[in-house]
């Protein structure tokens, strides 16, 4: 008899009503050769997004959250009850492309036991937005597009698979993360605990790409964003960097990673004439990774218990020279931070 795995596709939503439904056909609609279930979990949703979905979809396990808890703790209550052999986490505003389950399942029964994806495009427009990304010395993500020879190091968590046997290895999602930064997380985990990360070209997923927080790609060639996404972003960074940076590299990647936010910091307070963005973001970010530094050395501690030091040479191979932050002002200018 014919072994037929079993996927958990966890979507987290938080007032959703315009692309929970959207995301949730995307995923009913999959000819797949597996069995699927479909979990939310609703994040203490205001607009009656949750309710309805009970109401349409009464098959879908819905977990229902009495406070808003944020992204990575919603994962990780769906990954806790999820009873697939593999978990695919979706945003409530990703929609699969045809093809896009059969596809990761395919890879993930061959013998991938890492972390897939597939390509991300602008729900919008349909341009495409990555295969995945590059990392550069301060962890910000470069897209690698349809010509780019790069291999992906990380992928978005908006559309991500992971086996959960791998997700436990690595302790899912750290609560404190909240959101942004912590795809990079798992994928730095995955690839320190000796897995790789690929993305299946072929078939995709659309994205309404900053719903949640305003921003985070460059669309019609402009680049805008929030603070409070900039400030997650900055002090997550700061703190991925802690947990996974190699031994040796560590002091001067951390002296090297505040040093550029700060110098950015004053530079954006020159142009813009308004110190918004060092007090908001830059100072804040700092601020509250180093009253962070007591949790993010016990998670230093405890991914190196599980899986070793990561070692230096595949650390450099990851991690591209050239900060992003450069490349993205000579192609897209200052951003709008609002």
């Keep these: 008899m014919t072994h037929r795995p079993r996927i958990s596709v966890c979507i987290a939503n938080y007032n959703g009503a315009e692309v929970i439904h959207s995301c949730i056909d995307s995923v009913l609609r999959q000819e797949c050769e597996a069995d699927v279930e479909v979990i939310v979990h609703d994040d ?11 109401d ?52 993930a029964t061959s013998g991938s036991d890492g972390i897939l994806s597939v390509p991300q495009y602008q729900a919008s427009t349909g341009q495409l937005l990555d295969r995945g990304c590059r990392l550069d010395c301060l962890l910000m993500p470069i897209p690698v597009t349809a010509s780019d020879p790069h291999r992906p190091v990380t992928v978005m968590g908006s559309c991500l698979w992971i086996p959960k ?44 790409v900053g719903l ?19 400030f997650l972003s900055e002090r997550n960074r700061i703190c991925v960097l802690a947990i996974f940076c190699p031994p040796l590299l560590l002091p001067l990647a951390l002296l090297i ?16 004439r308004d110190t918004r963005f060092l007090r908001e973001v830059v100072l804040a970010a700092i601020a509250s990774a180093w009253k962070l530094r007591r949790v993010v050395c016990g998670e230093r501690r405890r991914m190196q218990a599980s899986f070793g030091a990561f070692p230096i040479r595949r650390w450099l191979g990851l991690i591209t ?15 709008d931070v609002q």
């Design 165 to 208: 046997r791998l997700w436990e290895r690595i302790g899912g999602f750290p609560e404190w993360i909240a959101s942004i930064g912590e795809d990079t997380f798992l994928c730095l985990g995955a690839w320190q605990a000796g897995v790789r990360v690929h993305v299946i070209d072929g078939t995709g997923y659309d994205h309404v």
């Design 56 to 107: 349409t979809h009464p098959d879908i396990r819905i977990i229902f959250s009495d406070e808003n808890v944020g992204f990575c703790i919603s994962n990780n209550r769906m990954a806790a009850i999820a009873e697939g052999e593999y978990l695919l986490l979706l945003n409530n505003d990703a929609m699969l492309r045809n093809g896009a389950l059969q596809a990761m399942c395919d890879a």
């Design 212 to 230: 949640s927080f305003g921003g985070g790609k460059a669309v019609a060639g402009k680049l805008s964003t929030t603070t409070r996404r900039r």
């Design 44 to 54: 203490a949703s205001t607009d009656g997004s949750a309710k309805a979905l009970a």
């Design 257 to 272: 990673q505040t040093s550029e936010l700060i110098v950015e910091g004053i530079a954006m307070s020159l142009v813009k």
């Design 321 to 335: 020279p050239l900060p992003q932050k450069l490349r993205a002002v000579w192609r897209h200018g200052i951003p």
